[in-house]
């Protein structure tokens, strides 16, 4: 009756350490996901004024023709 009872309880410990593995996996997903969207927003500004930049330096050199 000992090995049937500790097969179980081993089991059980194992599925315990899945799903606290699990949870942590699911929680640094979504805490990358926040750091991916935070970047795509920063690369996005960086990209609309690099581009209001050039457009300025256009201008600019169209006005010293």
Not at 25 to 52: C, K, P, W, Y
């Amino acid at each position: 009756m000992f090995w049937p009872m500790l097969a179980i309880a081993l089991g059980f410990l194992g599925i315990a350490v899945l799903g606290v593995l699990g949870i942590r996996v699911f929680l640094e997903a979504q805490r990358l996901g926040r750091e991916v969207a935070r970047t795509t927003d920063r690369i996005n500004r960086a990209a609309e004024d690099l581009e209001d930049a050039a457009e300025r330096l256009a201008r600019t050199g169209e006005a010293l023709r």
